[in-house]
């Protein structure tokens, strides 16, 4: 079993910064690709960015230039580092492995972009 602890949300202005980390735990080592997902009020979950084990991310074009994901040495934290934050960019944000496995669903972290 794998376990994801989110951190690091808040409430930020628009244009400011925020950096999430997700804590992982449990029979993680077989994954090889990991990812950050957000969930706004009322819609889907979808995809921000991976990283694989070796160091390759991508992210979706709405992030593109603004957010960045990283992974500690060790490989059991997986961080977000998101500048230039916008008002859409509020949602509650959870990590996973990619593809998400729904048993690995952390409780997340609410991230709020307002002025």
């Known amino acids: 079993q794998v376990q994801f602890v989110e951190s690091g949300g808040g409430l930020v202005q628009p244009g400011g910064s925020l950096r999430l980390s997700c804590a992982a735990s449990?029979?993680?080592?077989?994954?090889?690709?990991w990812g950050w997902y957000r969930q706004a009020p009322g819609k889907q979950r979808n995809l921000v960015a991976t990283?694989?084990?070796?160091?390759?991310?991508t992210s979706v074009d709405s992030v593109k230039g603004r957010f960045t994901v990283s992974r500690d040495n060790d490989k059991t934290t997986l961080y977000l580092q998101m500048n230039s934050l916008k008002p859409e960019d509020t949602a509650a944000y959870y990590c996973?492995?990619?593809?998400?496995?729904?048993?690995?669903w952390g409780p997340g972290t609410q991230v709020t972009v307002s002025s």
């Open positions: 990283i694989a084990s070796g160091g390759t991310t």
């Open positions: 449990g029979r993680i080592f077989g994954y090889y690709t």
């Open positions: 996973n492995t990619f593809p998400p496995n729904n048993d690995y």
